[in-house]
């Protein structure tokens, strides 16, 4: 069966320090990966959505980027991180092409904080 | 650009009773997909149903049934024999690239 984890669960970072959060898939290939970022009781922001490896696509101009090294592996990365960047960040994959019929399954988020 | 609208920021229902959350949406697609995610407070999004645009029939997974009226660009959710596990947050979605509404913050009460 797919799984999909997403760490670490909980992050407090600094102004100004960089920043990586890392996504993964098991057990399927060629999946779609999506970042999306959550405000306190709001709704979800999508971030980045990739179809392959080395294909990003932005939705959102912002502090952030995003990086699909391997096939199952999505990274969502800051050089410089900024007050506004905090929130609930959520992963998700799902099917490729027609896949997404079925919906998204997420990962458990990353809390982060920045000070 | 596809919009997803949730009018109801809280809702509350007792234990036992039904309750009805409501979603309209925008899209230009032809052949679309709705859904309902509840997020709990451990905040873990989790599928609860799924409305295929180009079936009439509503959707139906055990105690959760959709009310899809494609002419009105509705989607409802309705809520049976409500429990307290049920309490969440709940949002309406549509593809592509999963477009959220705001949330319904559901409360149950004993």
């Known amino acids: 069966s797919q799984t999909i984890h997403q760490w670490p669960a909980t992050l407090v970072q600094p102004v100004g320090s960089p920043l990586s959060l890392e996504c993964t898939v098991e057990g399927t290939s060629n999946p779609n990966l999506y970042w999306y970022r959550q405000a306190a009781g709001r709704g979800l922001q999508l971030l980045f959505y990739s179809v392959g490896i080395g294909q990003i696509s932005s939705e959102v101009p912002q502090n952030l980027s995003a990086s699909r090294p391997q096939d199952r592996q999505f990274i969502l990365s800051s050089k410089k991180l900024l007050l506004s960047d905090s929130g609930f960040y959520l992963c998700?994959?799902?099917?490729?092409?027609?896949?997404?019929?079925?919906?998204?399954?997420f990962g458990s988020g990353t809390r982060l904080t920045v000070v | 650009a596809q919009t997803v609208t949730q009018s109801q920021p809280e809702m509350s229902v007792q234990e036992a009773e039904t309750v009805t959350l409501s979603c309209t949406y925008d899209?230009?697609?032809?052949?679309?997909?709705l859904f309902w995610y509840k997020q709990p407070p451990s905040r873990q999004m989790i599928l609860v149903i799924r409305q295929e645009a180009y079936k009439q029939q509503n959707a139906t997974e055990n105690r959760f049934s959709v009310n899809f009226q494609k002419a009105a660009k509705s989607f409802s959710l309705k809520i049976s024999d409500s429990q307290l596990g049920d309490a969440a947050m709940y949002f309406c979605?549509?593809?592509?690239?999963?477009?959220f509404g705001e949330g319904t913050q559901l409360t149950v009460n004993p």
């Open positions: 979605a549509s593809v592509s690239r999963l477009t």
């Open positions: 998700a994959w799902s099917g490729g092409a027609r896949g997404t019929r079925y919906g998204y399954t």
């Open positions: 899209t230009s697609e032809s052949d679309y997909y």
